[in-house]
């Protein structure tokens, strides 16, 4: 989907070398593998690549949001990850994507070859190194989030979800979550309907606040994190 985005729009969507950044794992990845990340910016709901298309490019989030999701055989949609700013997606252990992604909303994201890290990793073991990393990431979040959905009731779903997002994205003790409540219904493999009482009751029990529709305030996270144990 990137390719042919990318082919199609490069009149209409900036495409430039990033500027330096503060220090982080993709800037010292790419730095140590010599290859230059380019910019590329998505509408909210745009598909960035499709399941089963070609792993071809590594991507990082500058601002925005990412959901990486696949459609069961019955309709239904299963949320794998939320990315957010400074995440890194799209890295497969095989040659195409297992899940597609889109963006949550306006969202931009420099990217690089696979094949270019791939060669860099063959004759740098710095590079090796932290391919392996960023993968042990994905495969410990996957993980985490294979035991939530099997072993954890809707309640404690919605505490893991809310603590996580709270590590992630509160800023002076307030949250604005990108995503929507069927987003993260999908995630947490819970109707819209489940995830709206859960809410509600946290927040008739003193446990969150709201400041707008997605603006959230935790008020006891210890409550949170007791539901979570």
């Known amino acids: 989907m990137f390719t042919q985005s990318l082919n199609t729009s490069i009149g209409s969507t900036k495409v430039v070398p990033v500027p330096p950044a503060s220090p982080d794992q993709f800037c010292a990845l790419t730095g140590h593998a010599g290859v230059v990340a380019t910019e590329f910016s998505y509408r909210k709901d745009e598909e960035i690549y499709g399941e089963d298309e070609p792993a071809e490019y590594v991507y990082q989030i500058i601002r925005g949001a990412v959901r990486t999701y696949k459609l069961l055989s019955d309709g239904r949609r299963q949320i794998g990850t ?9 890295l497969e252990l095989g040659s195409n994507h297992r899940l597609a992604a889109e963006a949550i909303i306006d969202t931009t994201v420099r990217l690089v070859k696979r094949s270019s890290l791939e060669q860099a990793a063959g004759v740098d073991v710095r ?3 932290k391919l392996w990393s960023m993968t042990a990431g994905e495969l410990r979040h996957a993980e985490d989030h294979m035991l939530l959905l099997g072993r954890k009731s809707a309640m404690e779903r919605v505490a893991n979800f809310l603590l996580e997002m709270d590590r992630r994205l509160a800023v002076a003790g307030m949250m604005a979550l990108p995503m929507c409540r069927r987003d993260i219904g999908d995630y947490l493999g819970l109707t819209l309907e489940t995830v709206s009482r859960a809410l509600s009751q946290l927040h008739g029990e003193g446990v969150l606040g709201f400041s707008g529709a997605r603006q959230i305030v935790l008020r006891n996270r210890q409550r949170l994190r007791n539901m979570d144990a």
């Open 127 to 129: 590079v090796a190194r």
């Open 82 to 90: 939320f990315h957010l700013p400074g995440d890194i997606f799209g």
